[in-house]
C-alpha cells in the first residue's frame, strides 16, 4: 500500500500565506516527481505545481511567482509554499506522486485525499 497524507489547507484572508506538506510512505521503492493539482467547484482538476526528484520545477502560469514547491527526498515530502493568496486560488488541494510501488513493479500515480484551501475576506 502507498499513502499520501496532506495536511495544511486553511482558511485564509486574500494576500495571506499557507504552506501545505504531503508525506508519501508505504511500499515505495522510488519515486519520479511529485506535485499539487487543485479542483474548485465546476471545474475539472488542473496541475498547480510539480517538482521531479532532481529539483526540475513545473508551475501554471497562475501561481508563478507566487507559489514554490519543494521536495525533500529523504522524506518523502513535498511542500507548496503559497503566498500572495487570491480568492481564485479557493479550491481542494491534492497532492500526487509518480512513484513505483514493491511489489507492483511500473511507476503509477498515487493521490492524497485532499485539503482544502479557502481564500475569503
Known amino acids: 500500500q502507498v499513502q499520501l497524507v496532506e495536511s495544511g489547507g486553511d482558511l485564509v484572508q486574500p494576500g495571506g500565506s499557507l504552506r501545505l506538506s504531503c508525506a508519501a510512505s508505504?511500499?515505495?521503492?522510488?519515486?519520479?516527481?511529485m506535485g499539487w493539482y487543485r479542483q474548485a467547484p465546476g471545474k475539472q482538476r488542473e496541475l498547480v505545481a510539480a517538482?521531479?526528484?532532481?529539483?526540475?520545477?513545473n508551475y501554471a502560469d497562475s501561481v508563478k511567482g507566487r507559489f514554490t514547491i519543494s521536495i525533500d527526498n529523504a522524506k518523502n515530502t513535498v511542500y507548496l509554499q503559497m503566498n500572495s493568496l487570491k480568492p481564485e486560488d479557493t479550491a481542494v488541494y491534492y497532492c500526487?506522486?509518480?512513484?513505483?510501488?514493491?511489489?507492483?513493479?511500473?511507476?503509477?500515480?498515487?493521490w492524497g485525499q485532499g485539503t482544502q484551501v479557502t481564500v475569503s475576506s
Open positions: 517538482i521531479t526528484t532532481s529539483d526540475n520545477t
Open positions: 500526487n506522486a509518480y512513484l513505483w510501488r514493491m511489489g507492483i513493479n511500473r511507476y503509477d500515480d498515487y
Open positions: 508505504g511500499n515505495i521503492f522510488s519515486i519520479l516527481r
